[in-house]
């Protein structure tokens, strides 16, 4: 089992930027295929960013493309949202997810992801 924990959210203004963080409970973390996801209130939770295992390949969103970079660093167990250029609506829950996979990939499919942190809440105001 793992636990994936979220920190990093908050209140910015439009324009600004956030950086979250995804912290994971197992040593092997660099199996791990990693990805967020997001969820606004009355929408469909929808896919942000993945990062590949070993860290090389990343995939984003069109809504977040060029404003938002996935990171990773393997020996902190940790990924990274780093998130600029904020809009009002980049507001939701941020959900961090892991695929365990000895296929070193890019998942951008809910249903890919087999682990979840409970979330951290992004507010832009405008």
């Known amino acids: 089992q793992v636990q994936l924990v979220e920190s990093g959210g908050g209140l910015e203004q439009a324009g600004g930027s956030l950086r979250l963080s995804c912290a994971a409970s197992?040593?092997?973390?660099?199996?791990?295929?990693m990805g967020w996801f997001r969820q606004a209130p009355g929408k469909e939770r929808e896919f942000v960013a993945a990062?590949?295992?070993?860290?090389?390949?990343?995939y984003y969103a069109d809504s977040v493309k060029g404003r938002f970079t996935m990171s990773r660093d393997n020996t902190k167990a940790t990924v990274y949202l780093q998130m600029n250029s904020l809009k009002p609506e980049d507001t939701a829950v941020y959900y961090c997810?892991?695929?365990?996979?000895?296929?070193?990939?890019?998942?951008?499919?809910?249903?890919?992801?087999?682990?979840w942190g409970q979330g951290t809440q992004v507010t832009v105001s405008s």
């Open positions: 197992r040593r092997t973390f660099g199996y791990f295929n």
């Open positions: 997810a892991g695929n365990r996979n000895s296929q070193s990939r890019v998942y951008s499919a809910m249903n890919d992801y087999e682990y």
């Open positions: 990062i590949s295992g070993s860290g090389l390949s990343t």
